[in-house]
């Protein structure tokens, strides 16, 4: 590894914080506009528009690549059935059925799912740093869902909806592990402009089914405002951050970064919209900021430092 390439993998560690961040703030802008389109209507005009200026993006850069597209289709394929197809229609499907802190819940757990199946599947290696990481970040989650009151967790019951928030969580546990298997080699950039682009095609044929399209033309400037953020900043960049992070420091290390999604919801409410937050709900946001910089920043630091101290040994050679 060179060292400019050290540099970029030094820097994925700080912009994989964007990535809950945008996410975290679409939840608030999705909820407001699935008021006025159907879920499936939505989340086509917000991958379908991703997806086109993603490939004005890769046409403009010289990126697309044939070659790739034809060796490594079927990878690249499921990608898009699992990670931008399945999961969001299970996801908002599911938001009719249940409420949203079953779904936070449930969801929390896909660290734990992508580090084993990492793991187990892909050899990547479990360190003592990880499994602290890992254990204070899913405990801040927990801290923050429950509101700081553990009547919050037994008051909590399954039904219709949580079966289909598990499948979203297996949708999204399946994506992060092919997306490792797949990106070797190949642009972020590409990957992220293909899953996009096919799978706004499956949620448009879903739509079809959910709702009425002539809706749309009635959307308020309010939700095109929110349509765009979605589009720009919670699908374009941050779907384009997450598979790099995903192709440079490996599916469980990026995964925990997922834990901040329900966190950053949480005080953008508190910002935007004057929701109450507890010293619990704080101090569970404490444990996740901490847990994610210790599983990932002080590990990527340590390895990149013998990098570059064997590229230093061999320059010397």
């Known amino acids: 590894m060179s060292i400019q ?3 970029k993998s ?4 700080f912009l994989l914080f964007l990535v809950p961040l945008f996410w975290g703030g679409a939840f608030g802008t999705a909820q407001h506009v699935i008021t006025e389109i159907s879920p499936l209507i939505a989340a086509t005009l917000r991958f379908g528009s991703a997806g086109l200026l993603l490939l004005i993006i890769v046409l403009l850069r010289g990126e697309w690549n044939w070659t790739v597209l034809r060796s490594r289709w079927l990878g690249l394929f499921l990608m898009a059935i699992t990670g931008i197809f399945s999961y969001n229609a299970f996801f908002f499907i599911a938001l009719k059925y249940t409420n949203a802190v079953n779904g936070s819940l449930i969801m929390a757990t896909s660290p734990v799912f992508i580090t084993l199946g990492a793991i187990f599947f892909l050899s990547e290696i479990w360190n003592k740093r990880l499994g602290v990481g890992l254990f204070l970040s899913l405990t801040g989650v927990f801290l923050v869902i429950m509101q700081g009151s553990f009547q ?3 008051s909590l019951s399954f039904n219709k909806g949580d079966l289909l928030f ?8 399946i994506h992060g592990l092919i997306g ?5 080699g190949v642009s972020p950039l ?6 996009t682009l096919i799978g706004s095609i499956f949620l448009a044929i879903g739509s079809f089914f959910d709702g009425e399209w002539k809706a749309v033309l009635a959307m308020s400037g309010q939700s095109w405002l929110e349509m765009i953020y979605m589009v720009v900043f919670a699908t374009v960049i941050g779907f384009l951050l997450w598979n790099m992070g995903i192709h440079q420091i490996g599916a469980s290390k990026a995964s925990i970064y997922m834990n901040l999604v329900p966190i950053n919801a949480g005080w953008i409410a508190v910002l935007l919209y004057g929701e109450r937050i507890t010293w619990q709900q704080l101090f569970g946001m404490i444990l996740v900021i901490t847990g994610v910089f210790i599983a990932t920043y002080k590990n990527g630091l340590k390895k990149q430092k013998i990098e570059k101290q064997v590229m230093i040994e061999d320059y010397n050679q």
Not at 10 to 13: D, H, Q
Not at 166 to 173: F, G, P
Not at 190 to 195: A, C, G, K, R, V
């Open 5 to 7: 390439s050290a540099e």
């Open 10 to 13: 030094k820097k994925i560690y």
């Open 152 to 154: 919050t967790l037994l």
């Open 166 to 173: 598990m499948a979203a969580l297996a949708s999204w546990v």
């Open 180 to 184: 490792k298997v797949v990106m070797q």
């Open 190 to 195: 590409f990957t992220t402009t293909i899953t």
